[in-house]
Each structure stands twice: as structure tokens, then as C-alpha cells.
């Protein structure tokens, strides 16, 4: 199947501190999503970007489809911006692999005040 | 609108008991799905369903039933709780794509806590 490899595993910042998480991944995808896991455990969309680059507030995202890989901008970070950021891609196969996503391991990222 | 809900929040069963974990989403979306998490690790997939009648099975299928008997429903059934089945379970819906549109954003409940004991 899908690898999906997130890196780093882990990142300490200070606030205000700037950051880029990346997502590779193995094969061509219909869908990659950009996931921020809060300390209560909800999973909050962050972006739909199976390729292109979009913006939100702080947050901005890359995806370079034909290279296989994907990344994650925070800039200006804050306490709030703590917890697990997942990548996960659904298999561009197509049919049997509509809507199997398959989720990297995740940043777990702290910033500290 | 709710989005995604789920239902109960958190749950404690012994070993052997069944029970059933709720998903309801308002959103008519026709593609919904069951992942699991367990600590450390991202999330797996362990059943799905295309719409109304239809559901499959996923990476990690084995001690789950599914079904979907309308579209905004899709209960996941533990038969006889084990152990390892202790987890947080997500629930996620999303569009199937139609015609030109590839959308196919997925949305996620807020999890239901699992400890099996």
C-alpha cells in the first residue's frame, strides 16, 4: 500500500518561532488532507490540498504532487498551535481506493511561551 | 449544522460484552467511514460505506460489523469486546465525487474513547 512519512516526529518551538513539517508520500494521490490533533483529541481540519498551495491565517500549505511530498508552514507559532499534525493521502488508483485514507505517523509539535 | 457527531464519548466494557458505537453526520454526505487510533500511531480504517446499503471493509475489519441503513447513519458494532480493541474510535464522512468535481474533503467526529477491560 500508500507510505506516507511525516518528519520530524517531533518539534519544540518557542512562540513567535517559524516552523515546516513535511509529508512524502509513495505513490500518485486524489487527496491529501492536513489534520492538527488538539490536547482533547479532536481532529481539526486544517487543509485539503491534493496539490497547489493555500493559505490560512498563519498557516499555509505546499503540495508538489508530481515530486510526491507536501508541506505544512506555521509561522508566528503560539501555545495554542500544540499537538499532533497529521498528513493523510487517499491512493489516486481511483475505484476500490475512493476515500482510504491513509495517515502518516504525525508532528507532534510544543511551543512554549 | 452538528457536522459529525458521535456517541458515547467515552465507554468502558469487559472482555466479551458487545455494544454499539454511534456516527450521525447533517451534512448529506454519501461516503462514510470508520478509523481507529491507538497510541503513538496515525489513523486506520476499518470499514466504510458509499451510501445507503453499501459498506466494505477496510485495513483493520476483524471484530467490526457495519451498516448503513440511511445516509446519515453508520453505527459500528463491537460483537465481543477484547482487549485489543481498546482505542479511540473516529467517525468521518465526506462528498463521493460527481461529474467534474473531485472534492472529497473528509470530516471527523470528535472520537469516542474505548477501554476494554
Known amino acids: 500500500g500508500i507510505q506516507v512519512e511525516q518528519s520530524p516526529p517531533d518539534l519544540i518551538l518557542q512562540e513567535g518561532a517559524n516552523s515546516t513539517l513535511r509529508c512524502n508520500f509513495s505513490?500518485?494521490?486524489?487527496?491529501l488532507q492536513w489534520f492538527h490533533q488538539n490536547p482533547w483529541g479532536q481532529l481539526i481540519n486544517l487543509f485539503y490540498i491534493p496539490s497547489g498551495t493555500k493559505q490560512n491565517g498563519r498557516l499555509s500549505a505546499t503540495t508538489v504532487a508530481t515530486e510526491r511530498y507536501s508541506l505544512l508552514y506555521i509561522s508566528s507559532s503560539q501555545t495554542t498551535d500544540s499537538g499532533v499534525y497529521f498528513c493523510a493521502v487517499e491512493l489516486g488508483a481511483g475505484g476500490t481506493s475512493y476515500g482510504k485514507l491513509t495517515f502518516g505517523q504525525g508532528t507532534i509539535l510544543t511551543v512554549h511561551p | 449544522n452538528a457536522g459529525v457527531t458521535q456517541t458515547p464519548k467515552f465507554q468502558v466494557l469487559k472482555t466479551g460484552q458487545s455494544m454499539t458505537l454511534q456516527c450521525a453526520q447533517d451534512m448529506n454526505h454519501e461516503y462514510m467511514s470508520w478509523y481507529r487510533q491507538d497510541p503513538g500511531m496515525g489513523l486506520r480504517l476499518i470499514h466504510y460505506?458509499?451510501?445507503?446499503?453499501?459498506?466494505d471493509q477496510g485495513e483493520v475489519p476483524n471484530g467490526y460489523n457495519v451498516s448503513r441503513s440511511t445516509t446519515e447513519d453508520f453505527p459500528l458494532r463491537l460483537l465481543s469486546a477484547a482487549p485489543s480493541q481498546t482505542s479511540v474510535y473516529f467517525c468521518a464522512s465526506s462528498f463521493l465525487p460527481w461529474g467534474a468535481s473531485s472534492y472529497n474533503e473528509q470530516f471527523f467526529g470528535p472520537g469516542t474513547r474505548l477501554t476494554v477491560l
Open positions: 460505506s458509499v451510501g445507503a446499503g453499501i459498506t
Open positions: 505513490d500518485s494521490v486524489n487527496n
